[in-house]
């Protein structure tokens, strides 16, 4: 058990709608990244907030939206779901940016499967 | 665009052998390694990061580094069954990249 929780576990959508997918933090972690992992590949980073501001983001268009509240926890918003999109979404909590140090160890969440029909 | 490559697998190996995982990196620049272990279903797991050209050892496992070839390793001793599973090769720049991994499986 790292401490940080997600939910839902799995979620089934339809292309076209709108998912928020919700993370829960180790307790005094001020960084969330979020990855998303596709059946056989390796997770790719979707973005990271420090402190309730967007920290880094990869390559994924703009319909991937976050959010990180004062306690830490943060939401990853997906609008316009594509069939592409269905893939097991990591979260992943740190001590401090991962931009702002050389290393601060990441600690995953269980995940979100998500299915897009 | 900036890549982390690793053999898919599957690596088998029998129980007590040395494990050796490969990955390679795009980018001369990198500076950080990350290697995790990934049980199916399950979220990655930190096993060991390395910065510094040479080796680390962590228990069984020991971590090579070669920045010059770009190329580090994960070598895993007296592999158990339990080490049975897919291990993803990590670099962080700016952002932290992971390869598609290489799954391993140790056979009693």
């Known amino acids: 058990e790292t401490g940080v929780t997600q939910s839902p576990t799995h979620l089934i959508k339809t292309r076209g709608q709108q998912v928020t997918l919700r993370c829960s933090s180790q307790?005094?972690?001020?960084?969330v990244s979020w990855y998303q992992q596709a059946l056989g590949q390796g997770p790719q980073f979707i973005f990271q907030?420090?402190?309730?501001?967007?920290?880094g983001r990869g390559n994924f268009p703009p319909r991937f939206s976050g959010l990180q509240f004062p306690n830490y926890s943060s939401e990853l918003n997906v609008n316009a779901l594509e069939l592409d999109d269905s893939a097991l979404y990591l979260c992943?909590?740190?001590?401090?940016?991962?931009?702002?140090?050389?290393?601060?160890?990441?600690?995953f969440g269980p995940g979100t499967r998500l299915t897009v029909l | 665009q900036k890549e982390v490559e690793q053999n898919s697998g599957p690596l088998s190996v029998p129980e007590g052998a040395i494990a050796s995982l490969n990955c390679t990196y795009s980018?001369?620049?990198?500076?950080?390694f990350f290697w995790y272990r990934q049980y199916s279903g399950k979220s990655p797991e930190l096993i060991m990061f390395?910065?510094?050209?040479g080796d680390k050892e962590d228990g069984r496992f020991t971590a090579q580094l070669n920045k010059a070839s770009q190329y580090v390793s994960l070598l895993i001793r007296d592999s158990q069954p339990s080490d049975s599973a897919t291990y993803l090769c990590?670099?962080?720049?700016?952002?932290?990249?992971f390869g598609a991994g290489t799954r391993l499986t140790v056979k009693p």
């Open positions: 390395i910065y510094s050209n």
């Open positions: 307790s005094g972690h001020n960084t």
């Open positions: 992943a909590s740190s001590l401090a940016g991962i931009r702002l140090y050389s290393y601060n160890e990441q600690f």
């Open positions: 990590a670099v962080k720049d700016n952002d932290m990249r």
């Open positions: 907030y420090y402190r309730e501001e967007e920290n």
């Open positions: 980018d001369r620049g990198s500076q950080s």
